[in-house]
């Protein structure tokens, strides 16, 4: 595939876990004759082949990130990731299971800063024009 390289490079080199369509407007800027179907295109061949990660958030886009073994902190509210290192659960997940794991990809949910902040902030006060 003609653009995977770049593709994948934009992945490990992003600082967030960018959706398909971020990945398209970073790959626009130098190629500017590559349309959004290349980059899934792309991004599904990448990811059958296990050289990236793809994260599903119901309610969201998918996002995509780099193949390492690290879990993700996912925010109830807004949806947004962040990358969380925990001990790997590989061996333990097989003792129960009795089964070869080939690997697991962890969710954590919790409520990130910014939404904790929003909503723990008091009211505005409201003001004679707001009432009914």
């Not at 190629?31 to 959004?36: K, N």
């Amino acid at each position: 595939m003609r653009y995977e390289g770049k593709i994948l490079d934009i992945i490990c080199s992003a600082e967030s876990h960018m959706t398909a369509e971020q990945i398209f407007l970073t790959l626009k800027q130098t190629h500017s004759s590559v349309v959004l179907a290349t980059v899934y295109n792309n991004l599904n061949h990448l990811y059958q082949q296990g050289r990236i990660r793809k994260i599903s958030v119901e309610g969201y886009p998918d996002r995509y990130d780099r193949n390492t073994r690290h879990d993700h902190l996912v925010c109830r509210r807004c949806g947004s990731l962040a990358d969380i290192h925990l001990t790997d659960l590989t061996a333990d997940l097989e003792q129960q299971t009795g089964f070869s794991i080939e690997g697991y990809d962890l969710k954590i949910q919790y409520l990130c800063p910014k939404c904790r902040k929003e909503t723990q902030a008091p009211p505005a006060p409201r003001k004679s024009t707001d009432l009914p």
